[in-house]
């Protein structure tokens, strides 16, 4: 070998060079870390309602926030309600006259509103239309104290938020859906009955015994008390996501607009599940 060479000694190796380690980029972090967020979301959900069974279940019991909640759910919402109802029973008016008219079932008419405005439309709608104003309002209301720390004065006062906010709200949800299920469920029928009678003359007494005609509680109540679900599915939604708000006035907005989102989509799923549990257990 040259001067400028290694000089090889006996029995010894020249070092190698060091090699530099590459770190592969982990393709699956984002996916996971969705995932993670799932479960930890369902997880603090779970938390959160054994918090406000718990406080609904132990004395003092909130009565006065309740009864301005049962009016802050209720008769605010019925303006919404009835409007909603009364297009509804319009549209399947027409829609179903227009339908039985091509196969000759006029004369089902009644009973094909009916059912459909009870069974089917006017819950459904119900909680949507309750969902969009009632879920927007407390997220929002709770979310505002949540970020002003609203909601831990109140906590340091000795009061128990979940029993106070939570849980009053939660209740008068649960409370006011059906009732204002069956309000909108009345506009409906009587829109549906005069858009029918503008075409074709049909008495309110007559339509209203052909429709209800062969009508039992098991074809007609508990379409109604289902909406009790989706009133607790509207209040738990609600306040969940106010109480947990972070962020200021963006996380403000974040919660309103996650509670009319999550508690639109859960209703539409328990609506799915409460169908089947109806058809299977009311035959």
Known sequence: MSDRGFKATSGVNPALPRQRIVHAPL????????VTGFFEWFGELGIFCWRVLRAAATP???GRELIRQLDEVGSKS?????MAGAAIGVVVSLEARYSLSRFGAKSM???????????VMGPIITGLVVSGRVGAGMGAELASMKVTEQIDAIEASAINPYRLLAATRILACIL???????AADACALLTGWFAQALVEPLSFHQFISSGFNGATFDAVLPHTLKTAVYGLIIGVIACFQGMRTTGGAAGVGRAATNSVVLASLFIILADVVMVKFILVAFP
């Open 109 to 119: 008419f009644p009973a094909t509103l009916v059912y459909s405005v009870i069974q």
């Open 78 to 82: 019925l303006p919404l309600v009835a």
């Open 27 to 34: 393709v699956n972090a984002p996916s996971a870390g969705l």
């Open 60 to 62: 003092p019991y909130e």
């Open 176 to 182: 006011m859906l059906p009732l204002l299920t069956l």
